[in-house]
């Protein structure tokens, strides 16, 4: 090996997603929010109460995508959990804001994004318990909790890296955070 062939050296080089995977990945984010909308906000009409942004929605991916990649670069992570996806996805929905929300009679008005997105992480936590615990019941934080995360959310400025410690530490709160997974790492696989 000479002294400028780096390609041996494992490193992995950023590929574009292809236009399938793009599309898919993006029916997978408009399948979620249609379902957050079925239980937030029924009544919202496509084109006339909300729109979604879909360059945004594709930004997003595009990402999330490029965040892999980084998690496996700078720190040799392999593979990346489903709480640090979730939060990277939840990151880049509520700073690009792709789901705007036009009817102001709405509840979901002043903060889509916001809320979509911790109906994503939660969602994700509860997925997340199923598996472990298919016996126990998902309880959602308090209303007051919720509105506090909202609120941060809306107002906070958070980095990509406290959204991934929030979604880690949400879903220890719940007995499934990185120390249970890490320690039954065997039996789950």
Not at 61 to 81: A, G, M, P
Not at 118 to 129: D, P
Request: negative net charge.
């Amino acid at each position: 090996m000479s002294n400028m062939d780096f390609s041996k050296l494992g490193y992995k080089h950023y590929e574009e997603l292809s236009n399938e995977e793009m599309q898919w990945a993006y029916d997978k984010i408009v399948e979620q929010w249609r379902k957050f909308l079925s239980l937030n906000a029924p009544d919202l009409v496509l084109e006339k109460d909300y729109f979604i942004h879909k360059r945004n929605v594709f930004e997003v991916i595009s990402r999330c995508n490029k965040r892999e990649l980084y998690h496996y670069v700078f720190h040799n992570l392999k593979e990346v959990t489903e709480y640090k996806v979730i939060a990277i996805k939840c990151f880049w929905i509520m700073t690009l804001k792709p789901f705007m929300v036009t009817n102001s009679n709405s509840e979901i008005y002043n903060c889509p994004n916001e809320m979509f997105s911790l109906f994503l992480i939660l969602e994700t936590i509860e997925e997340v318990m199923a598996k472990f615990f298919p016996d126990k019941e998902f309880s959602y934080p308090s209303e007051a909790r919720m509105r506090d995360l909202l609120y941060k959310f809306k107002f906070c400025s958070l980095s990509r890296e406290a959204m991934i410690a929030l979604v880690e530490t949400l879903a220890d709160t719940y007995g499934v955070g990185i120390s249970y997974i890490l320690d039954n790492y065997e039996t789950i696989k």
